[in-house]
């Protein structure tokens, strides 16, 4: 799915918490994964102007979750370790975006390029 | 252009989110309430998000900036109604809403802006059907 406008957002969320819902994910676990995939689409949005966001659903044993990869071409991170602190920020914003998804979420992966882009993967496990 | 709604009520002002709000529409919504409490000289504000499905560090600052510009026009804000799992989230995420009076639901909210702005307030301006 394209992200180009701040508008997309709320379909996007809502795309999100379908895939969710598919897979029984509950209420609360929802809540976190969506809340994490706002943080992410505003960073790309923000940083990078645009982006994209791919929604899997995959399994390991008995395990079901959703992977959301969120690529963009923007200007990229510098430095990585310091985006991801609590309060750090270029923007004007609180700085929990990337470290707050982090949380609450079960596997958080972050590659970046400057210059590049960046590539976010986040994965929640139904019962993660 | 999508707009909240704000309602008065004697000397309050109350909002009811009741779609998933992106940035722009909550940044007009700080605009906007913060120009109602002006424009009425209203003394609380009550904001009930328990439609909200998410609240994300964006809206989490909106809320705790509502708060502080009403406060400095001497208005109180109570934002009410919050879901569980959203109050789970938002302490996970690391957002504590500092500065921002929560109430259960509407009618504690207006309870906690009763006691905390006296009766005396309220009732002046409802006194004209009494006994």
Redesign the interface.
């Known amino acids: 799915m394209a992200i180009t406008r701040?508008?997309d957002?709320?379909p996007f969320?809502n795309r999100v918490?379908e895939l969710a819902i598919k897979i029984g994910m509950g209420?609360?676990n929802?809540?976190?994964l969506?809340?994490a995939a706002?943080?992410l689409v505003?960073n790309m949005l923000r940083y990078a102007g645009h982006g994209e966001v791919r929604m899997e659903i995959i399994s390991k044993g008995r395990e079901t979750g959703i992977r959301l990869t969120f690529t963009d071409k923007g200007p990229g991170i510098a430095d990585i370790s310091l985006a991801m602190q609590?309060g750090y920020s270029t923007g004007k914003?609180?700085g929990?975006?990337l470290?707050?998804?982090r949380?609450?979420v079960n596997e958080f992966d972050i590659k970046s390029e400057p210059g590049e882009g960046t590539t976010v993967t986040v994965l929640k496990w139904k019962n993660g | 252009m999508d707009k909240i709604p704000i309602l008065r009520m004697g000397q309050f002002l109350l909002v009811t989110i009741q779609i998933?709000l992106?940035?722009?529409l909550a940044l007009n919504l700080e605009t906007d309430l913060v120009s109602m409490v002006h424009k009425t000289g209203a003394r609380g504000v009550l904001i009930d998000i328990s439609a909200v499905?998410?609240?994300?560090?964006?809206m989490?600052?909106i809320l705790g900036n509502i708060a502080s510009m009403t406060r400095i026009l001497d208005a109180e804000t109570v934002v009410v109604g919050m879901?569980?799992?959203?109050a789970?989230?938002l302490i996970?995420?690391?957002?504590s809403l500092t500065g921002v009076h929560t109430a259960l639901d509407v009618e504690r909210g207006m309870a906690l802006l009763e006691t905390k702005l006296g009766p005396m307030d309220l009732m002046a301006d409802e006194d004209d059907n009494s006994e």
């Open positions: 701040e508008q957002v709320v969320r918490k209420l609360v929802q809540t976190k969506i809340t706002s943080e505003r609590d914003s609180l929990l975006g470290p707050g998804a949380r609450l | 998933d992106y940035d722009r499905s998410i609240v994300d560090s964006f989490g600052r879901q569980p799992a959203v789970i989230t996970e995420l690391g957002l």
